[in-house]
């Protein structure tokens, strides 16, 4: 008896116990992990999304400084209003697309490159109102869209470097941001919040006081949100 067990090979199968049943590693055992890995990634994106969705609510439903918004709201966002994934050409000549942008709270302004007065006050508005922000106005990038090809003047182009400067076809614009009845593009300013979503179109002949406290509640509306990275702090 001895010597056959001795030419018998090592096995180290774990019999089943009587009464128990050996895991699923088929088809139910593939499904649980399946719906683990959903649930863990609602999960994340709801980390994700909550700040932005948070800022909305307060800034709408709560209203922490009373009263209504100075800019137009669009209201409730959809598809058409997020950030196109289209080419645009930053002033060293690279191409990028448009969604780079994504991962702050932008301000907008859209021009020819040869910066017309309207331009250049618009400019100087993005850059007061960002500085206004004083200890939160790394959240916010101010970005020029110049939608053609003519040069930026020798006298802009520190303003287009401290800027977010991108170059960007009109149509692309056009498909995109929608000025007032009654007005072009380049008359407004726009807010795009760090999803990516166009949101809010403040009016012709801007009152920069009153954009910057719509900016402001904004901000502080979504203070989880980390500026650059998009994670979201407990």
């Known amino acids: 008896m001895s010597e056959h067990l001795a030419d018998e090979p090592l096995g180290l199968t774990i019999q089943t116990l009587p009464g128990q049943s050996q895991p699923d590693d088929g ?6 992990r399946t ?22 609510f307060t800034f709408y439903v709560i209203k922490p400084q009373g009263g209504a918004s100075y800019g137009a709201v669009n209201s409730p966002l959809g598809p058409e209003y997020e950030i196109p994934d289209v080419p645009a050409t930053d002033l060293q000549g690279k191409t990028v697309s448009l969604r780079s942008l994504k991962g702050q709270w932008l301000l907008v302004s859209v021009a020819s490159g040869a910066c017309d007065p309207q331009c ?15 200890g939160e106005k790394d959240r916010l990038d101010w970005v020029w869209l110049i939608d053609d ?9 520190d303003a287009a470097a401290q800027a977010r400067t991108l170059r960007v076809s009109h149509a692309a614009l056009a498909a995109w941001l929608k000025p007032e009845v009654g007005h072009q593009l380049q008359d407004h300013l726009y807010v795009v919040d760090p999803m990516g979503n166009w949101m809010m179109r403040f009016p012709a002949q801007l009152d920069y006081k009153k954009a910057y406290h719509d900016i402001n509640r904004l901000l502080r509306a979504s203070s989880s949100w980390n500026r650059r990275r998009g994670v979201v702090y407990e």
């Open 35 to 56: 719906r683990s890995g959903r649930w863990m990634m609602l999960l994340v994106m709801l980390a994700c999304i909550s700040p932005i969705a948070a800022s909305y």
């Open 120 to 134: 250049q006050q618009h400019l100087y508005l993005q850059r007061q109102i960002r500085e206004m922000l004083s």
């Open 149 to 157: 090809a003519a040069p930026i003047p020798a006298d802009l182009q």
């Open 27 to 32: 088809q139910g055992g593939q499904r649980a």
